[in-house]
């Protein structure tokens, strides 16, 4: 059991985006650029995470993506969960037949953890996140319609 590239990518994008959201809309590109996820791949996580309603885009110049909720109500479980990422210890997948067709001797064990995993993630939001990231020295990129120099981003720390 772990948490598959595509639940990360998708929590690491969208405190990016909550991160900067507050100067407009915000480039897939940009966000690419900035945590090193593929674009093609961001598209295709971004497109669920818009069925969802966790955010919202916004088309033509100067257009990208913003987030369709506050940050508070939006928690981490929201976004696993908006991505198709099951979170499942259980070899079964909650069916009890992980064992020649029956619940195995640790199958209760198993769906604890699902239960506190997922009451751990639906307890942190995004705001958190992002909170976190406050004062903490990390080199990320603007995005490009934001401040240049010579045509050139400026590297900040957020």
Not at 79 to 95: F, M, N, R, S
Not at 126 to 131: N, P, S
């Amino acid at each position: 059991m772990r948490l598959t590239t595509k639940g990360r990518f998708a929590v690491t994008a969208m405190v990016d985006l909550a991160m900067r959201q507050s100067r407009g809309p915000v480039t897939l590109a940009a966000i690419s650029e900035r945590q090193h996820i593929s674009l093609s791949y961001l598209e295709q996580l971004f497109g669920k995470l818009r069925r969802h309603k966790l955010v919202s885009s916004v088309r033509g110049p100067g257009g990208g993506y913003c987030l369709a909720q506050a940050p508070q109500s939006v928690t981490v479980a929201d976004i696993i969960a908006a991505v198709d990422e099951p979170l499942d210890a259980t070899q079964c997948g909650g069916k009890e037949n992980c064992n020649d067709d029956k619940r195995c001797m640790t199958h209760d064990l198993w769906t604890t953890l699902n239960a506190k995993m997922h009451e751990y993630l639906s307890s942190v939001s995004l705001a958190d996140l992002v909170e976190h990231q406050s004062g903490k020295h990390v080199a990320v990129l603007h995005d490009r319609r934001s401040q240049e120099q010579d045509g050139k981003p400026v590297a900040v720390a957020a």
